[in-house]
């Protein structure tokens, strides 16, 4: 900007020269600039540079360019034509000059400016929002008008309300200002993030435009009183000195105790505390503070180091036990929280190691706590630094034969403890010295139950840190591993008085499967020893009779003199051994001790299959046991073992004789064991069958179970099936036997059988009649998952079976993975997918991978999520043809119709995929919600092109607009793989969208969603969808379920869950009437049984009731995936004019909704009415 040019009146200017450089002066409105003729006419088509080129020019009297219009911003269009700078200040005055001079360049450039839009357009577009905001300014200029009539000024109260949920508590407000009501103005409610505010600025700029002064006026502001908390320590301070009596101040405390203490208090509350301590005589309190203490050295960012010594020091003059084990407690929890300052560590061993010698048993008990928990704990020692003393094995030497010597401490309390702080040092990564092992075996025998249930585990403990140790039999001169010598006495602590003891006893055994097989067999040998003494080995016998010297097989001198006395205590303490450990936990009179000898059983068969076999009598025989858990757990620890064991005849007797139990589960059990247990014979295998169909019988519901036993002990066991094949299928070699009937479940029972046995024996279908044949065709087509494919000699292979064969055979797990990351490959190299060869090769790769999900189970779950997102992307690319948006809406309302049901389909599809299918990454949900947006922008524009007005447009324009930010907010970290996608380029236009009319916004996305590019799919290593089969009812059946109308039924529901998650809260049953009720059933968390990964067992009741019915009809049971998402509240800050004015609420409506996860099933029922 040049500064004017203020010349005498008698100077002279040259003669105009037409050239680029000639100096031109102007006068605009009094304002005198120069510049050259070239920055006039930068801009031709300007009206600045016509008012110089054209013929009738104005000169003022010194024959400068003369300009009729204020120069005071002139300056600023002139600086703008020499250097294109951008003014920074008075934009709103420039761009009217710029607009005045036709300067464009400069227009647009002012118009682009965060000040100037935000001022202009976003300032606009709030007050838009407003409701009435130009009413309500006009009323506010005519009651001020009015009221200036009688004096030089007037009043306005001027009413904000920013929500509908302020508007009752202002309108209180208005009604109680009596007459002066009237003239009050109210504005909003409004939908923007705008404050109040910013609507009186608003406000006040709109009068000060029409010419009129105004002053705000505010009311002044009371008094304000500080409130300021007291403090803790000055609270508790003046209540105990309130206190009169022991009493009290224990009151006192325990009130304190109750409330929560800042950590910059907790230092100032400690040191009331300890006062109060020295002077209290009461012992009770004293131990209150102790414990207080304590737990404010937890207060989490308190460093309790300051009050150590303190600590410390109260136990020098404290005489009361009680108190001093209370304050032992507290230094443990302040170690406990410093366990880096190892200066503080070693002061508080010191003091524990002190106060041991306490008469006290608390006291003892607190510091072998405090020593098990503080000890140092080193390395784990070797066998060279063992016999080398020095400096750094004697603190952990010191710790363990301190804490040692209490293991024959008079008080059981205190042994117990010992050997509780023991386990602690090992816990903490100590490993304890092999020498108290002997130490530990005696406490085996010890008056008390806490005692030995400690010591067993201090045995286990050192079993396991020293298995191969050799360790001296006591009552004899040989020696023995430390494992098996441990195992015995572990063994002999399962006949313990206690059954504490003896659960505990019989779960470690479970885990020592380091012991010789020889005592391992021991366990189940009931003879213990002959009259009281215990039986020497052959070695032992044929030693004594060869040191003898005796050559004769006779009787030998003073073979008959009186035998040595035999201590009956020792002999049945020391040498029992292992004999007969599991004999007498299986048959305990605690069902928790057979359950745990049960379970041990289970772990040490596993790892040995010779005592598996040996175990398998014991095991069946718990079959009969009373209690319905023990069986239950006897069940599965056979199971288990299956892979080790043959079933004889007399043991599956006993084995089947539980499928006549009444529980269910125990049912569903034993047939889950039969599906894996291998029998011996073809007697075993009639047994088996004979039962099962007996069962199938009795209980009708087990029907699916039995079918599924059977097919695997067909399949297993198929050389033992062929010799009865005859029998059971009723052929006769010469007679025609009659067809059974197809629908009778036994004999379907019978087939399923068969014919997986079949599958490995070749010369089975031999046996087979021409009616085997035929019903094999009709199993083989409705109950595929039970009857395997047969090669049939002489028959005809069925189109399915044999796609199935080929395509099994030939198709490995590895080549169908190829064949999909194929297939997605090349529908993400189509570029186009609007022509008609892309939308073919997309309909013929949907159809190929639902297909491929059909024939390889393995990929079912990869190949159906990927179907489901390109049939997504075919219908949004149908959806989006050229010939629809280029009509006329009346003339394409058909074409809308289509595209409204696509839009919903698509909509329903991307829940599904979301939600139906597990083992999604981030990436793979953003797409999701990618393709979502997208269908929402085509609703959206489809509710713009059918419905009139513009308010019903905002509303849906707002959702959009929240939905993308949330979008934003969820998958910050994913935008970069979304380039050239339909979402990047919203957020690349969200600042316009915020800002634009809700017409101009349908217009941007409907080209936006032609212009955004396919998105390629990246599969994660494994997806699984969530499916449901229901079980029972199984809808074939015509007899209704008859009740009374007003009052229920019960419909028993049995569905298997495959790879739901969270199915206790997310599965739902629904029942649909044929009157169009609907009723949704949340099933009881006790409803659902997990019988293996993945899998999910829902057995439960459905109460159905109903109006009276003229006739029977159907009803539709079906399991239903609850779903229900949601986004965080966006917390930002308030936006200023020039940043956003989107106005969208901050968080975004949680959705909610049902899949279905099964099939339907019918079933007929029929209310009557009720008897009067």
Same mark, same amino acid.
């Given at each position: ?442 406490? #085996?025998? @010890?008056?008390?139950?806490? &005692? %030995?249930? *400690? $010591? /067993?585990?201090?045995?286990?403990? +050192?079993? =396991?840190?020293? !298995? ?117 936990? #299986?048959? @305990?009179?605690?069902?928790? &001790? %057979?359950? *745990? $000898? /049960?379970?041990?059983?289970?772990? +040490?068969? =596993?790892?040995? !299959? ?117 029998? #059971? ?140 997102? #390109? ?302």
């Amino acid at each position: 900007m040049s500064l004017p040019d203020y010349k005498s009146p008698g100077k002279q200017s040259s003669a105009p020269v037409q050239s680029k450089s000639q100096i031109v002066q102007l006068n605009i409105g009094g304002h005198v600039f120069s510049t050259t003729l070239g920055t006039i006419r930068k801009f031709p088509n300007s009206t600045l540079a016509d008012l110089l080129n054209g013929s009738v020019k104005r000169m003022d009297s010194e024959g400068r360019h003369f300009i009729d219009r204020n120069g005071t911003y002139f300056g600023y269009v002139l600086e703008y034509l020499r250097t294109e700078k951008i003014p920074t200040e008075h934009l709103q005055e420039v761009h009217k000059e710029a607009l005045y001079y036709d300067i464009k360049p400069l227009v647009k450039a002012i118009e682009d400016t965060p000040q100037f839009f935000g001022e202009t357009v976003g300032r606009q577009q709030f007050l838009a929002r407003v409701p009435n905001y130009r009413e309500n300014l006009e009323v506010i200029v005519r009651v001020a008008r009015a009221e200036a009539i009688a004096s030089r000024y007037s009043n306005i109260i001027v009413c904000v309300v920013k929500t509908e949920d302020d508007l009752a508590r202002y309108n209180d407000s208005i009604d109680s200002l009596g007459t002066q009501r009237h003239s009050v103005v109210s504005f909003g409610p409004w939908k923007a993030p705008a404050s109040v505010e910013d609507l009186l600025d608003c406000i006040k700029m709109d009068i000060e435009a029409k010419g009129y002064k105004q002053v705000t006026l505010e009311e002044v502001p009371a008094k304000k009183l500080r409130l300021t908390k007291p403090s803790k320590s000055a609270a508790l301070h003046i209540d105990l000195c309130k206190a009169t009596s022991p009493t009290d101040a224990l009151q006192y405390l325990l009130n304190f105790a109750r409330k929560p203490v800042e950590a910059e208090s907790v230092e100032g509350v400690v040191r009331i505390l300890l006062e109060h301590y020295y002077k209290e005589s009461d012992n009770s309190v004293r131990l209150k503070i102790a414990s207080l203490l304590g737990l404010l050295s937890k207060t989490q960012g308190f460093a309790p180091d300051c009050i150590v010594d303190d600590a410390i020091n109260t136990l020098s003059n404290e005489k009361s036990h009680q108190v001093l084990a209370q304050l032992l407690d507290t230094l443990l929890i302040i170690g406990t929280q410093l366990p880096d300052k190892i200066a503080v560590i070693q002061r508080l061993i010191d003091v524990a190691c002190k106060h041991l010698s306490s008469t006290y048993f608390g006291v003892r008990n607190k510091c072998l706590q405090l020593l098990g928990c503080l000890g140092t704990v080193d390395k784990p020692l070797s066998k060279e630094t063992d016999v080398v003393p020095g400096a750094q094995t004697s603190p952990v030497r010191d710790v363990q034969s301190v804490i040692s010597d209490y293991f024959q401490d008079q008080d059981p309390r205190v042994r117990t403890a010992a050997i509780k702080a023991m386990l602690q040092l090992h816990e903490r990564g100590m490993k304890i010295l092999q020498t108290i092992y002997n130490q530990a075996c005696k406490l #085996l025998s @010890d008056d008390y139950e806490q &005692v %030995r249930s *400690a $010591a /067993v585990q201090m045995v286990w403990v +050192l079993s =396991q840190l020293y !298995p191969e140790s050799i360790v001296p039999i006591p009552s004899s001169n040989e020696e023995i591993r430390l494992i098996d010598d441990s195992f015995g006495k572990i063994c002999h602590m399962v006949s313990d008085g206690s059954w504490v003891v003896r659960v505990q006893a019989a779960k470690l055994l479970g885990s020592m499967h380091q012991v010789s097989p020889h005592f391992l067999e021991q366990t189940l040998d009931k003879k213990l020893m002959s009259d009281l003494r215990r039986k020497r080995t052959a070695h032992e016998r044929a030693k004594e009779l060869y040191t003898s010297g005796e050559f004769s097989s006779g009787r030998r001198w003073a073979d008959d003199a009186p035998k040595e006395k035999v201590d009956t205590s020792g002999v049945n303490l020391i040498d029992s051994g292992a004999c007969g450990a599991f004999v007498h936990g #299986l048959e @305990d009179e605690m069902y928790e &001790v %057979r359950i *745990a $000898a /049960v379970e041990a059983l289970c772990s +040490l068969a =596993q790892s040995s !299959p010779s005592f598996a076999e040996k175990c398998l009598d014991f095991l069946v025989d718990m079959f009969n046991d009373e209690i319905e858990e023990v069986r239950l757990q006897s069940i599965h620890v056979l199971r288990q073992i299956s892979t080790h064991i043959t079933l004889r005849e007399d043991q599956l007797d006993t084995v089947l004789a539980v499928l006549e139990d009444s529980s269910r589960d125990i049912r569903e059990a034993l047939h889950e064991l039969l599906c894996y247990t291998n029998v011996s014979t073809k007697e075993c295998i009639q047994l088996a069958l004979l039962e099962l169909l007996k069962n199938l019988t009795k209980y009708p519901t087990d029907r699916n179970s039995v079918w599924k036993c059977l097919k695997f002990l067909g399949a297993r066991h198929p050389t033992l099936v062929l010799p009865i094949v005859p029998e #059971l299928l009723s052929t006769h070699p010469y007679f025609d036997t009659p067809e059974p009937d197809m629908d009778d479940p036994a004999y379907i029972a019978v087939l399923v059988l068969v014919f997986n046995a079949a599958k490995s024996c070749p010369t089975m279908p031999a046996l087979f009649s021409d009616h085997t044949f035929r019903h094999y065709a009709y199993l083989r087509d409705s109950l595929s998952h039970l009857v395997p494919h047969l090669r049939l000699p002489g028959r005809k292979q069925t189109a399915s079976s044999g796609l199935e064969a080929s395509g099994m055979s030939s198709g490995s797990l590895e080549s169908a993975q190829n064949f999909l990351q194929d297939s997605l490959i090349r529908v993400s190299a189509l570029q186009n997918l609007e022509t008609l060869g892309a939308q073919e090769l997309l309909e013929f790769t949907i159809r190929d991978l639902q297909r491929l999900g059909e024939l390889q189970t393995e990929l079912a779950g990869s190949a159906d999520f990927c179907a489901t997102y #390109l049939h997504c992307q075919l219908l949004l690319t149908k959806a989006l043809q050229e010939k629809l948006w280029t009509m006329a809406v009346p003339l394409c309302l058909k074409q809308n119709a289509k595209v409204s049901t696509a839009v919903r389909q698509i909509l329903d599809e991307t829940y599904k995929l979301e939600f139906l299918y597990s083992g999604l990454q981030t990436q793979q949900i953003a797409t999701i919600h990618n393709v979502r947006l997208q269908a929402k922008a085509l609703q959206l524009i489809l509710t713009a092109r059918s419905k009139r007005g513009v308010d019903r447009v905002l509303g849906i324009c707002e959702k959009f607009l929240q939905d993308v930010e949330s979008f934003q907010r969820l998958f910050m970290t994913e935008l970069p793989h979304f380039q050239d996608s339909f979402v990047e380029k919203l957020l690349e236009l969200m600042p316009r969208l915020t800002a634009c009319k809700p017409l101009d916004l349908v217009k941007i996305l409907q080209t936006t969603l032609r212009q955004s590019r396919f998105i390629h799919l990246k599969l994660p290593e494994q997806i699984h969808r969530a499916s449901a089969t229901i079980i029972e009812p199984t809808g074939e059946s015509d007899n209704p379920l008859r009740f009374t109308s007003g009052l229920v039924v019960a419909l028993d529901i049995d569905a298997t869950l495959e790879h739901v998650q969270d199915p206790q809260t997310t599965v739902k049953v629904q029942v649909l009437y044929p009157d169009g009720q609907s009723h949704i059933i949340h099933p009881k968390p006790g409803d659902f049984r997990t019988p293996g990964p993945g899998r999910v067992r829902l057995i439960t009741q459905v109460y159905l009731s109903h109006s009276a019915w003229t006739e029977a009809c159907q009803i539709e049971v079906r399991l239903l995936l609850a779903y229900s998402s949601s986004s965080s509240k966006q917390s930002a800050s308030k936006p200023a004019w020039n940043e956003s004015m989107d106005g969208l609420p901050t968080s975004e409506s949680c959705i909610e909704g049902t899949i279905h996860l099964s099939k339907p099933v019918k079933v007929f029922i029929m209310p009557k009415p009720a008897r009067r």
